[in-house]
Protein backbone atom coordinates (compact mmCIF):
# COMPACT_ATOMS: atom_id res chain seq x y z
CA UNK A 1 0.00 0.00 0.00
CA UNK A 2 1.15 3.15 -0.97
CA UNK A 3 1.49 5.98 1.82
CA UNK A 4 2.36 9.68 1.56
CA UNK A 5 2.48 11.60 5.35
CA UNK A 6 2.97 15.02 5.80
CA UNK A 7 3.95 16.96 7.98
CA UNK A 8 5.42 20.53 9.50
CA UNK A 9 2.18 22.93 8.97
CA UNK A 10 1.17 25.93 10.79
CA UNK A 11 0.73 29.12 11.58
CA UNK A 12 3.61 31.90 10.67
CA UNK A 13 3.53 35.43 10.38
CA UNK A 14 4.48 37.22 7.13
CA UNK A 15 7.87 37.07 6.46
CA UNK A 16 8.26 34.03 8.24
CA UNK A 17 9.58 30.67 7.29
CA UNK A 18 8.26 26.53 7.65
CA UNK A 19 9.39 23.51 6.39
CA UNK A 20 7.31 20.81 5.36
CA UNK A 21 7.92 17.15 5.11
CA UNK A 22 6.29 14.24 3.01
CA UNK A 23 7.71 10.76 3.79
CA UNK A 24 6.53 7.87 1.29
CA UNK A 25 6.14 4.32 1.91
CA UNK A 26 5.26 1.11 -0.49
CA UNK A 27 6.73 2.47 -4.02
CA UNK A 28 9.68 3.88 -5.68
CA UNK A 29 9.10 7.50 -6.21
CA UNK A 30 9.42 9.11 -9.89
CA UNK A 31 8.12 12.62 -9.38
CA UNK A 32 7.54 14.29 -6.16
CA UNK A 33 6.02 17.18 -4.86
CA UNK A 34 3.81 20.09 -3.51
CA UNK A 35 0.75 21.30 -4.59
CA UNK A 36 -1.50 23.49 -2.43
CA UNK A 37 -5.42 24.61 -2.67
CA UNK A 38 -6.63 27.69 -1.06
CA UNK A 39 -10.28 28.30 -0.64
CA UNK A 40 -12.05 28.75 -3.06
CA UNK A 41 -9.17 27.76 -5.64
CA UNK A 42 -7.98 24.98 -7.44
CA UNK A 43 -5.53 23.04 -6.39
CA UNK A 44 -2.06 24.49 -7.99
CA UNK A 45 1.38 22.58 -8.27
CA UNK A 46 4.05 24.21 -6.21
CA UNK A 47 7.34 22.79 -7.04
CA UNK A 48 8.40 19.42 -8.29
CA UNK A 49 11.68 17.35 -7.93
CA UNK A 50 12.88 14.46 -10.13
CA UNK A 51 14.97 11.40 -8.48
CA UNK A 52 17.56 12.89 -10.45
CA UNK A 53 17.00 16.56 -8.87
CA UNK A 54 15.87 18.19 -11.59
CA UNK A 55 13.26 20.70 -9.88
CA UNK A 56 10.47 22.65 -10.99
CA UNK A 57 8.37 26.05 -9.57
CA UNK A 58 5.47 27.88 -9.95
CA UNK A 59 6.49 31.63 -10.93
CA UNK A 60 4.92 32.53 -7.47
CA UNK A 61 6.94 31.19 -5.56
CA UNK A 62 10.53 31.10 -7.21
CA UNK A 63 13.03 32.22 -5.20
CA UNK A 64 11.08 31.88 -1.81
CA UNK A 65 10.54 27.81 -1.50
CA UNK A 66 12.90 25.51 -1.89
CA UNK A 67 11.89 21.49 -2.75
CA UNK A 68 14.59 18.86 -1.88
CA UNK A 69 14.56 15.15 -1.79
CA UNK A 70 16.05 11.85 0.51
CA UNK A 71 15.66 9.05 -2.07
CA UNK A 72 17.04 6.77 -0.01
CA UNK A 73 14.13 7.71 2.59
CA UNK A 74 11.30 8.49 0.18
CA UNK A 75 11.04 11.64 1.55
CA UNK A 76 10.17 15.04 0.27
CA UNK A 77 10.77 18.65 2.04
CA UNK A 78 9.65 22.25 1.19
CA UNK A 79 11.74 24.93 2.72
CA UNK A 80 9.01 27.82 2.34
CA UNK A 81 10.81 31.47 3.05
CA UNK A 82 9.19 34.97 2.92
CA UNK A 83 5.95 34.34 3.55
CA UNK A 84 3.10 35.79 2.08
CA UNK A 85 -0.36 35.88 2.96
CA UNK A 86 -1.53 34.28 0.02
CA UNK A 87 0.65 31.52 0.61
CA UNK A 88 -2.10 30.19 2.89
CA UNK A 89 -3.54 26.94 1.99
CA UNK A 90 -3.79 23.30 2.89
CA UNK A 91 -0.19 21.66 0.88
CA UNK A 92 -0.73 18.35 -0.40
CA UNK A 93 2.01 15.79 -0.75
CA UNK A 94 2.09 14.04 -4.30
CA UNK A 95 4.36 10.68 -5.80
CA UNK A 96 4.34 9.26 -8.51
CA UNK A 97 5.15 5.72 -8.92
CA UNK A 98 4.38 2.55 -10.69
CA UNK A 99 1.22 1.88 -9.88
CA UNK A 100 0.08 5.61 -10.62
CA UNK A 101 -0.27 8.49 -8.17
CA UNK A 102 -0.69 9.25 -4.82
CA UNK A 103 -1.83 12.06 -2.45
CA UNK A 104 -1.04 13.15 1.21
CA UNK A 105 -3.88 13.82 3.43
CA UNK A 106 -2.91 17.83 3.27
CA UNK A 107 -1.35 20.09 5.92
CA UNK A 108 -2.72 23.63 6.38
CA UNK A 109 -0.04 26.44 6.05
CA UNK A 110 -1.93 29.81 7.79
CA UNK A 111 0.37 33.04 7.25
CA UNK A 112 -1.08 35.68 9.20
CA UNK A 113 -0.37 39.44 8.89
Known sequence: QVQLVES??????????LRLSCAGSGAIFS????????????????????RSGFTNYASSVKGR????????????????????????????CNANHVFGSSWGQGTQVTVSS
Request: aromatic content about 12%.
Open 65 to 92: FTISRDNAKSTVFLQMNSLKLEDTAVYY
Open 8 to 17: GGGLVQTGGS
Open 31 to 50: VMGWYRQAPGKQRELVASIF
